[in-house]
């Protein structure tokens, strides 16, 4: 089956500085790619969907000065998580989409600490 | 705004009984419904997907129901086996009429435990 990789797995940072995180899809071309926060026993929440070439949409809530997204090609997009914040600790999980609407596959996630 | 409602209690099953895990949702008519596993500090794992005009489908051990008149669906692991023990997160589709945002909408998750 298809596969989406993340980057760094788990990442620790200082309280105001900036961390990036990527999102591949290994194997497909995906022209459009999700990202989603999931704090502890909660559901995941889409925060943005990520479109090869354009800008990516954000969900209402989400400030996107602050969770910048580029998808600069069709196997890759990257959510940077600027003068990040302790509140902003979370389990983040991108996924792609490869063909179809009902069609997305998951990466492994990235656990973000902010210290 | 849409509502997805699963069980937040674990559910503890002996092993080699069937499980059966409920999804519910409300203010909503997605076009398809989506169950994932999810291990701790993983991302979900793609199980099934079932579409409005389905009734019932079926892959390996699992099945899944979906009743769009009780806005419900149904998840069952026949035969379980503690390897099956895990998360299980329901999921529905964002897709509106006018084509808007195409993200999924996730349920909080059933925690299932299969004891030997």
């Known amino acids: 089956g298809a596969v989406v990789s993340q980057h760094p797995s788990w990442v620790i940072c200082k309280s105001g500085t900036s961390v990036k995180i990527e999102c591949r899809s290994l194997d497909f071309q995906a022209t459009t790619m999700f990202w989603y926060r999931q704090f502890p026993k909660q559901s995941l929440m889409l925060m943005a969907t990520s479109n090869e070439g354009s800008k990516a949409t954000y969900e209402q809530g989400v400030e996107k000065d602050k969770f910048l997204i580029n998808h600069a090609s069709l196997t890759l997009s990257t959510l940077t998580v600027t003068s990040a914040h302790p509140e902003d600790s979370s389990f983040y999980i991108c996924s792609a989409r490869a063909e179809g609407p009902d069609t997305q596959y998951f990466g492994p996630g990235t656990r973000l600490t902010v210290l | 705004s849409q509502k997805i409602e699963q069980n937040s209690e674990a559910l503890n099953i002996q092993e080699g009984k069937t499980a059966t895990l409920t999804c519910n949702y409300t203010?909503?008519?997605?076009?398809?419904l989506q169950w994932y596993r999810q291990d701790p500090g993983r991302g979900p794992v793609f199980l099934l997907l079932?579409?409005?005009?389905?009734k019932e489908k079926r892959k390996e051990r699992l099945k899944v129901t979906f009743d769009t008149t009780l806005k419900q669906s149904l998840f069952h692991i026949t035969a379980s086996q503690p390897a099956d023990s895990a998360t299980y997160l329901c999921a529905l589709d964002m897709l509106d009429s006018g084509g808007g945002a195409d993200g999924l909408t996730f349920g909080k998750g059933t925690h299932l435990i299969i004891q030997p």
């Open positions: 203010n909503y008519s997605p076009a398809y």
């Open positions: 079932i579409r409005e005009n389905e």
